[in-house]
């Protein structure tokens, strides 16, 4: 399953991944299409409550509909346009990226990070380094759809060096699902230690193929082998001898196989405290994992971090912007 393998530590199993929005039982899409239609034409200005009330309370798949009819009954065919036009700022973020589907949402990004002066390498890695084979496949269809051009052709032009080679190495969707040898965790853990120890170009290649290509629960297996062997972990080791976005992206693969959702509680903090509320981290995450496992997320931050990932939000963000971000948070209880 997405995500949840090997996080709970026996204490939370993989059928309790889950997100934080659900696919709403009194659904219409006609009632909601027209709502939000009046939303978006009010006479003074856009009704921003109505489109978090129902955007933030349907599941993607229940969006895409609501958009199908909403051009029905409007002829015009795009949401996405229909929003830019009537919204700003970081709440029109929020709520266009709602209504992508999943793998549009991701090309988008990434997309985004690639286009223009500089590249936003830290979008990249989330994105490459936390996604199943079919996620990846299925951006990759839409990215050729939606922009004309082969996301590897992309990334080769936009990266460079080991970062550059694993980056296309992972773009390639090779990772194996669910396939476990013990036998060759032992064969697996002596490379990386090798690789760890001399640091040559072969060397990164070797480590990056085993990163890149093996199953989650394979590398999973390969990782205790490697503390065994080395006395050291992985990610201690990782960090100590490469540099740069590729030992970044090279530790976000090991944290994605042990724990995703911590992962992300990572980002999230980092994004929130680090960067000064760095807004499309923060919206990419909160929209792309919310129907996936948003409430492990949330768990994971308060255990590591002491305060809820509410409570931060509340703190940086304001008006309907924040307004957003919690009802995609689906504040409970313990959060405030």
């Known amino acids: 399953g997405e995500g949840g393998w090997g996080g709970g530590r026996g204490k939370r199993g993989p059928g309790q991944v889950q997100g934080t929005v659900f696919p709403n039982p009194n659904f219409d899409p006609m009632i909601d299409a027209q709502m939000i239609g009046g939303a978006l034409q009010g006479f003074d200005r856009c009704d921003k409550d109505v489109l978090i009330d129902i955007l933030t309370q349907r599941c993607n798949a229940q969006r895409q509909m609501i958009a199908q009819t909403y051009a029905s009954v409007y002829g015009r065919k795009v949401p996405h346009n229909v929003y830019r036009e009537n919204l700003d700022g970081h709440f029109k973020d929020v709520i266009v990226g709602l209504m992508y589907s999943p793998p549009a949402y991701d090309a988008h990004e990434l997309w985004h990070a690639m286009k223009g002066a500089g590249t936003e390498e830290n979008c990249l890695i989330d994105i490459l380094a936390s996604r199943t084979t079919s996620d990846i496949f299925q951006m990759k269809e839409v990215y050729l759809m939606q922009y004309g051009n082969n996301l590897d052709q992309d990334i080769y032009s936009e990266t460079s060096g080991h970062f550059r080679d694993a980056l296309i190495n992972l773009v390639q969707g090779m990772r194996e699902e669910g396939y476990t040898d013990p036998g060759i965790a032992m064969q697996d853990a002596m490379v990386l230690w090798e690789a760890c120890q001399r640091r040559t170009g072969e060397h990164k290649n070797m480590l990056q193929m085993i990163l890149c290509n093996k199953s989650h629960q394979q590398l999973f297996m390969d990782f205790e082998q ?96 924040e307004k957003a971000l919690l009802a995609i948070c689906c504040g409970d209880a313990e959060d405030y």
């Open 226 to 321: 490697f503390q065994n062997i080395s006395g050291q972990d992985i990610a201690t080791a990782i960090a100590e001898c490469f540099d740069g976005y590729f030992q970044e992206l090279l530790l976000a693969i090991v944290s994605c196989v042990r724990d995703k959702p911590s992962y992300f509680a990572y980002r999230l903090h980092c994004a929130i405290h680090d960067f000064g509320f760095h807004n499309k981290t923060i919206i990419r995450i909160l929209v792309a994992r919310s129907e996936i496992d948003l409430m492990n997320i949330k768990q994971r931050y308060k255990e590591r971090y002491g305060k809820s990932l509410f409570h931060d939000i509340k703190r940086f963000a304001s008006g309907h912007y």
